[in-house]
Antibody, heavy 122, light 111 residues
Framework: EVQLVESGGALVQPGRSLRVSCAASGFTFDDHAMHWVRQAPGKGLEWVSGLSWNSGSVGYAASVKGRFTISRDNAKNSLYLQMNSLRAEDTAFYYC???????????????WGQGTLVTVSS | QSVLTQPPSVSGAPGQRVTISCTGSSSNFGAVYDVHWYQQFPGTTPKLLIFGNTIRPSGVSDRFSASKSGALASLAITGLQAEDEADYYCQSYDSSLNGVLFGGGTRLTVL
């Protein structure tokens, strides 16, 4: 069974940094691209970033480009999102999401974690 | 503002058929790329409902179907049931943005 378990969500002040993590199990992690998708409370889904299986290709939403960095450690079956210069509008549940393919662009998502809440507020 | 446009809400009575539209463009599923659909119940994570424009994953009820014509995709739900009340999202890849897009979501209410 695929399991994606996020951690690291917290209350942080605007302008500060935070790293959230995702521990994956139940599938061959380095066969799949991975993504972060966020959802502000009561709002819709917003794709944040995607990373190919070997970290060779990456994509970011315009709203986070230059501030967020996605990475993975295939030896640890883990995905990360480093978030810098956080803003109030970054407040959301952050979901770790499994792509059906090894490249991040053009596919769909077949498994989602339960999410970790990031709250940006002073 | 999402460039995949969905109606904010739709509703229907039990047993009826409803459709949810998703309008894209030539830089996403209007040309090369596919559109996919997800269902999300309140307080839960999204679940894949349709992939590759029209394909139902194993385990998804055949009351759910989808179509695509050009830059317009539609999700249809027949024999509406109270348990279908949820939010529905379309998703595609956009080459001009070089990013993944979700529609704004449609809240389905069963009257």
């Amino acid at each position: 069974e695929v399991q994606l378990v996020e951690s690291g969500g917290a209350l942080v002040q605007p302008g500060r940094s935070l790293r959230v993590s995702c521990a994956a199990s139940g599938f061959t992690f380095d066969d799949h691209a991975m993504h972060w998708v966020r959802q502000a409370p009561g709002k819709g889904l917003e794709w944040v970033s995607g990373l190919s299986w070997n970290s060779g290709s990456v994509g970011y939403a315009a709203s986070v480009k230059g501030r967020f960095t996605i990475s993975r450690d295939n030896a640890k079956n883990s995905l990360y999102l480093q978030m810098n210069s956080l803003r109030a509008e970054d407040t959301a549940f952050y979901y770790c999401v499994k792509d059906i393919a090894s490249s991040w662009a053009g596919n769909w998502f077949d498994s989602w974690g339960q999410g970790t809440l990031v709250t940006v507020s002073s | 503002q999402s460039v995949l446009t969905q109606p904010p809400s739709v509703s229907g009575a039990p047993g009826q058929r409803v459709t949810i539209s998703c309008t894209g463009s030539s830089s996403n599923f209007g040309a090369v790329y596919d559109v996919h659909w997800y269902q999300q119940f309140p307080g839960t994570t999204p679940k894949l409902l349709i992939f590759g424009n029209t394909i139902r994953p194993s385990g998804v009820s055949d009351r759910f179907s989808a179509s695509k014509s050009g830059a317009l995709a539609s999700l249809a739900i027949t024999g509406l049931q109270a348990e279908d009340e949820a939010d529905y999202y379309c998703q595609s890849y956009d080459s001009s943005l070089n990013g993944v897009l979700f529609g704004g979501g449609t809240r389905l209410t069963v009257l």
